[in-house]
């Protein structure tokens, strides 16, 4: 029977993926995707790999669903969660635009483990409070907008954790978030670089915001910028723990 998965294979180390990832793939004749990711996935021979750019999400879903409409076992993949910035609103776009019929096939969303958590879990818990998520891409979206949703969510007293910071098409973009960030809130507010967590080249860098580098981002970092509620431990051997007290004074 034909089936579409649309899998979360977790943010790189394969302990990280789920144990339904693990079923769901396993069942799969069809991979979908963006190469890198496709490649991370370890499949017979027979599975048809389906490999596309980055950049083309929506033309990628519509061919997975059509493969799914004629009785394949498709499975979409996305790095992390594949509902957080990634394929999962793809599909469902291009089914509420494409074949009526489309609506009837048997699709189901398998969660993966997203940059923010583990990234997180690298230094304490960071996330203990309110947080907020964002990706500073404006390939989707006007940048007027990303720094006015910046704006909201630091002057609300979020934790931010920032998605996609930099790419060789974006250079200067997260330089300008971090200028307006430290307009809204205190130097003193710990930002943590964590680049390609859990993968073998994994780089986890703290820094205050005052001195913030975006040098220290790549296509692989995920940024956690503190509140003013996040507190930083020190430890006689190696890098603090970092954590957000879950509760809140009034006022
Ligand atoms: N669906 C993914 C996010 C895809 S957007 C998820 O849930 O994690 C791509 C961005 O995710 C990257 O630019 C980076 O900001 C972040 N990212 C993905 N994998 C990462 C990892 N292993 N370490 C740090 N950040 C990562």
């Not at 995707?33 to 790999?49: L, M, N, Q």
């Not at 499975?75 to 394929?87: T, Y």
């Not at 809204?184 to 390609?196: D, K, Q």
Request: charged content about 20%.
């Amino acid at each position: 029977m034909s089936r579409l998965w649309i899998v979360g294979l977790g943010p790189g180390d394969r302990r990280l993926r789920t144990a339904e990832a693990e079923a769901v793939l396993a069942q799969a004749t069809d991979l979908v995707g963006y190469g890198p990711y496709v490649a991370r996935v370890e499949a017979p021979a027979h599975v048809v790999r389906h490999i596309s750019d980055n950049r083309e999400e929506l033309a990628r879903a519509a061919h997975a669903l059509t493969l799914a409409a004629a009785g394949r076992r498709v499975a979409v993949v996305s790095s992390g969660d594949a509902g957080v910035f990634a394929m999962a609103s793809a599909v469902f776009e291009a089914m509420e635009a494409g074949d009526p019929a489309w609506r009837a096939l048997d699709v189901q969303v398998v969660p993966g483990v997203s940059a923010v958590l583990a990234a997180a879990a690298r230094v304490g818990a960071p996330l203990g409070g309110d947080f907020c998520v964002i990706s500073l891409s404006d390939n989707l979206k006007p940048w007027p907008v990303i720094l006015r949703r910046l704006r909201a969510a630091a002057e609300a007293g979020f934790v931010l954790a920032l998605y996609n910071p930099v790419s060789a098409a974006r250079p200067w973009q997260l330089g300008e978030a971090l200028a307006l960030l430290r307009d809204l809130l205190p130097g003193s507010v710990p930002v943590l670089f964590a680049t390609a967590v859990s993968r073998p080249e994994e780089r986890i860098r703290l820094a205050t915001l005052a001195e913030a580098d975006p040098a220290d981002a790549d296509m692989r970092t995920i940024l956690l910028v503190g509140s003013a509620l996040t507190r930083t431990i020190e430890r006689p051997d190696g890098a603090p723990w970092l954590y957000t007290r879950r509760s809140v004074p009034p006022g």
